[in-house]
């Protein structure tokens, strides 16, 4: 079995769907998804849509947290959630133009009716965390002064540069998203960045963690480039105390 692990996507299905279909995919692998599936990119109802399709009718299994940007879109739409009025000035707009919705100043009940139910459903399902072997897959990063039971979801969602500058004392390599980078962000062991940009223009990037291979595609392009970071691991094996 292997995890593969990808980052934001923000609305841009053609790039995600080329990269998924470009993975040597088994039925008993895992993918993990970041976060961010909606905001800026051309059709996040069609991301969303893709999703619940694809882990209704595939056999691997598909672990997806919730990014920033999905907590906003609850919020904004009157579920639990936190900066629900940042929504639009995020992005938001063009999530709600791919689902045929006017944006309005507030979120606005007319808006219930054109999301579908399964959607909604789709985005409060979303986990804050996922552990798996001796990785934590998370949206932003940690507090890197705080355990993992004692992290706020704010913090697992928004936070910055307090975990990027910062190393951490948890007993994972984190892997998250968020802070787009212009190539992958490497900090090993502590944490590895996957949000390289895809939607300003740059790459949507996958990191398949038994073999380490680094699995990329460029926005507007249909071809998936990999790469072995194998090295990198064992190099931050030399350098630990």
């Known amino acids: 079995m ?5 980052g934001d996507i923000h609305g841009c299905l053609d790039e995600l769907s080329f990269l998924l279909d470009g993975l040597p995919l088994e039925p008993a692998d895992r993918l ?5 599936y909606v905001d800026r990119g051309p059709d996040s109802q069609g991301v969303i849509s893709y999703l619940i399709d694809r882990k209704r009718t595939r056999g691997e299994e598909m672990i997806f947290l919730k990014g920033n940007h999905e907590d906003m879109f609850l919020s904004y739409m009157g579920f639990p959630g936190k900066y629900g009025d940042m929504f639009l000035y ?4 063009a999530t709600l133009a791919s689902y045929g919705a006017a944006p309005h100043n507030h979120g606005s009940a007319d808006i219930l009716l054109v999301i579908p139910p399964e959607h909604i459903k789709f985005l409060k399902s979303l986990r804050p965390y996922y552990i798996t072997d001796h990785y934590l897959c998370v949206h932003a990063g940690v507090n890197p002064a705080k355990s993992l039971e004692d992290q706020d979801e704010e913090e697992l969602l928004w936070i910055r540069d307090e ?8 007993p994972y390599t984190v892997l998250f998203g968020h802070t787009p980078q212009e190539e992958v962000l490497f900090q090993l062991p502590y944490k590895v960045g996957l949000d390289t940009g895809l939607v300003y223009g740059n790459r949507l990037s996958c990191l398949e963690l038994k073999e380490k291979t680094l699995y990329q595609i460029a926005r507007g ?3 998936v480039v990999h790469s072995s970071v194998k090295e990198r691991w064992a190099k931050a094996r030399l350098m630990l105390p």
Request: charge should be positive; proline fraction near 0%; avoid cysteine.
């Open 90 to 93: 995020n992005g938001g707009g």
């Open 32 to 36: 993990v998804f970041l976060g961010d």
């Open 2 to 6: 292997r995890t593969y692990i990808i």
């Open 163 to 170: 975990f990027i500058m910062n190393r951490h004392d948890l």
């Open 221 to 223: 392009k249909k071809e």
